[in-house]
């Protein structure tokens, strides 16, 4: 299964199920403001900076976290 956001920007973002539920390997995170995925990112992050050079802004949440904020459908 494969939840989304929309980001600032307007792009839509796919996170997988796996990134919820701590069946992954990877802790990843999301940029709200262009949609970026940043690795090494922990579940409960919240305003990091964003990998993106043409971002940069401190928008970047854990999955989880983004579905606590009750962003993803």
Known sequence: MVFTFKAKD????????????????DDVGYCLECGWERYETEPDACNYKCDNED???????????????GLLT
């Open 55 to 69: 971002c940069g802004k401190h928008q970047v949440f854990g999955a989880q976290e983004i579905m606590i904020m």
């Open 10 to 25: 307007g792009t839509t973002v796919q996170v997988p199920e796996s990134y919820l539920t701590g069946f992954s390997l």
